[in-house]
């Protein structure tokens, strides 16, 4: 079974950046798809960004669309998220997680999560 290791977050101004890894421990088949979700406290998880792992599409939510970049390495199946120009309203836990299915925004639909790591964005 693979299991994703998250690294990066962290506590930034509001406009600053960061970069999010996520490091599965095996490999990642090419009809599989990658993404990112988050979790404020007392919200749900919510779909962030996407990626499939084949042909590297990528999809994102509206609001960080232009801000926010998933990419991925495959030879070393590890997926990035690159957060520019951050607000206070993208604090939350980011969560990677893995699709069979090359891509959803819905999240019972992945399979394996990472261990969450905190972002906070003061203002």
């Known amino acids: 079974q693979v299991q994703l290791a998250q690294s990066g977050g962290g506590w930034v101004q509001a406009g600053d950046s960061l970069k999010l890894s996520c490091a599965a421990s095996?490999?990642?088949?090419?009809?599989?798809?990658m993404g990112w979700f988050r979790q404020a406290p007392g919200k749900e998880r919510e779909f962030v960004a996407a990626?499939?792992?084949?042909?590297?599409?990528?999809y994102y939510r509206d609001s960080v669309k232009g801000r926010f970049t998933i990419s991925r390495v495959s030879a070393e199946n590890t997926l990035y998220l690159q957060m520019n120009s951050l607000k206070p309203e993208d604090t939350a836990n980011y969560f990677c997680a893995r699709v069979r299915g090359g891509y959803s925004t819905i999240a019972a639909e992945y399979d394996v999560w990472g261990q969450g790591t905190q972002v906070t964005v003061s203002s």
């Open positions: 990626i499939r792992w084949g042909n590297g599409n990528t």
């Open positions: 095996g490999r990642i088949f090419s009809s599989h798809g």
